[in-house]
């Protein structure tokens, strides 16, 4: 087994993924060298139980946004050994587990050759995202892309990362968002190496990864012209001032 350790995200106060991990609760135990998730207080008991008794290291944090709840799970899996780890939304590595394991598995031997490791998505899987994501996220991976000197896909919600780059991005996050954040903290401020993989299993389900709540269709576009425009201005600031 790889030293690399999980680290999730998740406010699920439904416990709509409860089902979609029990399907898969094994796999995580057999893939990584230790497991932490934090998750937001009014996150569904049942789920919070299902996880513990599934391996997991539970933190429960009060909701302060996505950005907030990822550099807490940083810091909670900083309070272990481990030598990599590889960050996922919860619901992104359900998807990831039931539709595409065997890559799954693959994924910590590549972020052991990384001290931080963008996973994107192939083309294939970033088309099956609806609409007002698609066209927003080309926008911010444009930005991030000629920020970095490389096209990547920066929004998928997942990375890998060395201890020395958990324990920068512990010290300098602090945006609203951390997809453009983190590997420009590792890239600029650290000045390591930042490396780039696109994979299948960063899917989009419509069951797993949908809307929390109905919205109409201006409002689900701006709420993703919001998040372009937060993570692309993170991609073009972050790390300059130092």
Known sequence: MADVALICVTHDPKGKNLKFYEKVSN????????????VSEETDIKLQEKLMA????????????AANARREAVNFALSGNDKYFHYCDFDRLL????????ELRRIPLYIEQFNYLILGRTEEAFNTHPVEWIETEKITNKIFSLE????VDITAGSSG??????????????DKMTDAE????????EKLKVGYKAVKGLLYKEEENGYGRKIS????????VKLCYIISESAVKTGKEN
């Open 217 to 224: 269709a201006s409002e689900r576009w701006l709420s993703r």
């Open 148 to 151: 970095f000197g490389q096209e």
């Open 161 to 174: 990362f060395s201890r020395k780059s958990a324990e920068a991005i512990a010290k300098y996050s602090k």
């Open 54 to 65: 599934g391996g997991f290291n539970v933190k429960v944090i009060a909701k302060k946004g």
């Open 27 to 38: 796999v995580f135990r057999e893939i990584y060298s230790n497991l932490f998730i934090t």
């Open 182 to 189: 983190w590997p420009m903290i590792v890239h600029r401020i």
């Open 95 to 102: 998807t990831w587990a039931i539709e595409y394991e065997s």
